[in-house]
């Protein structure tokens, strides 16, 4: 008989460590459900990405509790993975840092539904077919979730803070059911969206270099896959040492 084929529902899949994580699962044979509030781009490389793709605003979380029934139709009963990798970092007019002093309420508001809540609700909403695959949940943090960051604002940063918390309560809550929750913590990742001024941190990393996103797409692959299977409650910093 042939294997099962596993199944990985991914939430911000467009670009970056979304789009470096699907590539990942698609090469070693995983079916990837992506979760955007854009349709799917005819130019991404992965075969059977539209009819593996649902349009939701993780910013709208009766969006997203509607999304879950959309997602459980697409699955037999069994979710092997659910990596909670979408989230937002919103900028002030000039493209400034915004803090905890001039970030409004509605910001704050919304870079929390998308970051934190969505997570919340979607690992929540999918808990019975994770249980039946004995699967994992990977949620992506932040260097910013420690430390303040001279890019990432306040809110964002919070959020973050607070899915790393999250990602241990989970664990000691979906653990009975048989199912792992970790999370990466990214630092400076080659991507389209670095902020000028990046290579001024670079220039202080141990490392010496930007991560890339197929880097750490490795890590969260490493943390759905077998090898990992006694790994639940950590936080894995990806980052060239820069939390030292």
């Known amino acids: 008989m042939s294997q099962r084929q596993k199944t990985l529902v991914l939430t911000g899949a467009s670009r970056g460590i979304g789009h470096a994580t699907v590539r990942k699962f698609n090469r070693e044979g995983w ?70 002093i001039n970030t409004d309420l509605k910001t704050w508001g919304h870079v929390f539904h998308v970051n934190f809540f969505a997570s919340v609700i979607l690992a929540r909403g999918l808990k ?33 803070a ?25 630092g400076e990742v080659e991507t389209s969206i670095l902020s000028p001024g990046t290579e001024k941190i670079v220039e202080k990393l141990p490392l010496r270099r930007l991560g890339q996103p197929e880097e750490v797409a490795d890590v969260v692959f490493f943390l759905c896959s077998p090898a990992a299977s006694y790994i639940s409650g950590a936080e894995i910093e990806v980052n060239g040492a820069q939390h030292v």
């Open 31 to 100: 079916r990837v459900i992506t979760c955007s509030r854009a349709p799917f781009p005819a130019d991404c490389p992965w075969p059977g990405g539209a009819e593996n793709h649902v349009v939701v605003d993780l910013a709208d979380p009766n969006q997203t509790i509607a999304a879950i029934e959309t997602i459980r139709e697409k699955l037999d009963g069994r979710l092997d993975a659910l990596v909670n990798n979408a989230g937002i970092s919103p900028k002030g007019p000039g493209g400034e840092r915004l803090d905890t």
């Open 128 to 160: 019975e077919e994770l249980a039946a695959a004995g699967g994992s949940v990977v949620n992506v943090t932040s260097i910013a979730g420690s430390r303040v960051h001279p890019f990432a604002g306040a809110a964002y940063a919070t959020s973050k």
């Open 162 to 186: 607070a899915l790393a918390a999250l990602t241990r309560e989970m664990a000691h809550d979906f653990g009975p059911l048989g199912v792992r929750v970790n999370a990466i913590a990214p």
